[in-house]
């Protein structure tokens, strides 16, 4: 990033008592894949961002902080079950003028974080969205899956949740934040309320890494077919509803 524009968004967010980046993780009860997460985030983010990590187990005791002291900013966060409320009570706290949601099981790729300067740099009020990469721990047909995602993403304007949502945090709350009334794909729906709203949709021109275990434990085709099925009953009236606002 250009270090002139690098000092505006610093400027920018500290006149507004705003940190630039909040990256909120929300973890799944016995989930372990976030260590990796936060190791590497805790590595390479600056200290004008924080990490936030949201448990799904109100009645359990935080685990022990991972990240040594010092930058990034590092907080942990008790939420009742369930992604959407996780990833709302984690925006709720946040302190950036930036959301980025990411899932546990996201790893970073060597151009994520440079791309993701630079589209801060660039970009107003947008929806960000992260190319989809499988690693290697699910069945070699995932990245037909990966390629798929990346194209419904940039032709009809659908990322997921494993790209890794960016937007500015005035825009989530405007939108009213993730569904936390649905069984599943809040954050589709999230896509769907912003581009009702207006707000692009966006590349961010780097790819975010996550797990393909999905793929090997519960089969290839079953596990692509339903999601095709799930993605369908939720955009069809979604779709609809677009359409007719639109007229």
Known sequence: M?????????RNTAAAGLLRLSVIVPLAPGETAWRGLVDELAAVLPDDAELILVHADAS????????????????QLNSAPGRARQQNAGAHTARGRWLWFVHADSRLQPGTLPSLWRFLQRRDDALGFFELAFDRDGPRLAALNACGANLRSHWL??????QGLLLPAHCFTALGGFDEHVRYGEDHLLVWTARRAGLPIVGVGAALQTSARKYAL??????????????LIQAWPQWRRLRRERR
């Open 60 to 75: 359990s005791p935080l685990p022990a902080p991972v990240p040594p002291p010092g930058p990034p900013l590092f907080r």
């Open 218 to 231: 519960h089969g290839w085709w079953r596990t692509t077919s339903r999601h095709l099925w799930l993605t």
């Open 2 to 10: 250009d270090a002139t524009a690098a000092s505006d968004i610093d």
């Open 157 to 162: 304007k659908m990322p997921f949740g494993d």
